[in-house]
T-cell receptor, first 113, second 113 residues
Framework: NAGVTQTPKFQVLKTGQSMTLQCAQD?????MYWYRQDPGMGLRLIYY???????DKGEVPNGYNVSRLNKREFSLRLESAAPSQTSVYFC????????????FGPGTRLTVL | GENVEQHPSTLSVQEGDSAVIKCTYS??????FPWYKQELGKRPQLIID?????GEKKDQRIAVTLNKTAKHFSLHITETQPEDSAVYFC????????????FGKGTKLSVKP
């Protein structure tokens, strides 16, 4: 039981490049999330998927797209990376939205030059 | 929009002292309040949570109190140890049919031996 896994762990991009961050969970959770964490800003929600087949915007969705590929996987795509997207990205999952524990992945540290 | 205010942003205590971190929230419909601990370079991990039908919850040296009337909740750590040094985040569920969590900006706790 690996919990929540993320790939890659580190990534450096040039401005304008694209990439996809991958997240998978093996806990049969229904809901999944993508957060970004910047110094002094806490965790801010980018997108979430309440259930398989649905996705919704969070607090800071601009510049990102997501795909809930199946119940296990939730990917985050940067179509044209900008230096402002330099951050640590965390994926999380929860069995029941809002009232259950969110389990976080190990994070992806992204630098955009 | 809804928000969670967390204070203080940094806290330094001597080993063995108590530490208190306070959060206020704005959404009257919030009913779930988790606390996460994040060690340097690691993922956030749940340490304790409380639901709106409970005023206080304890787990060994950690306790959380909730005052729904005043819309604030607090984390109390007694007999602090150096391994308690980390960043602590409070969060509150956002009301509505698909409520999510909104996080405070974090408190960096340093426990000096």
């Amino acid at each position: 039981n690996a919990g929540v896994t993320q790939t890659p762990k580190f990534q450096v991009l040039k401005t304008g490049q694209s990439m996809t961050l991958q997240c998978a969970q093996d806990m049969n959770h229904n809901s999944m999330y993508w957060y970004r964490q910047d110094p002094g800003m806490g965790l801010r929600l980018i997108y979430y998927s309440a259930s398989e087949g649905t996705t919704d915007k969070g607090e800071v969705p601009n510049g990102y797209n997501v795909s809930r590929l199946n119940k296990r996987e939730f990917s985050l795509r940067l179509e044209s990376a900008a230096p402002s997207q330099t951050s640590v990205y965390f994926c999380a999952s929860v069995l029941q939205i809002s009232t259950d524990t969110q389990y976080f992945g190990p994070g992806t540290r992204l630098t955009v030059l | 929009g809804e928000n969670v205010e967390q204070h203080p942003s940094t806290l330094s205590v001597q080993e063995g002292d108590s530490a208190v971190i306070k959060c206020t929230y704005s959404d009257s419909a919030s009913n779930y309040f988790p606390w996460y601990k994040q060690e340097l370079g690691k993922r956030p991990q749940l340490i304790i949570d409380i639901r709106s039908n409970v005023g206080e919850k304890k787990d060994q040296r950690i306790a959380v109190t909730l005052n729904k009337t005043a819309k604030h909740f607090s984390l109390h750590i007694t007999e602090t140890q150096p391994e308690d040094s980390a960043v602590y985040f409070c969060a509150a569920s956002i009301g509505g049919s698909q409520g999510n969590l909104i996080f405070g900006k974090g408190t960096k706790l340093s426990v000096k031996p």
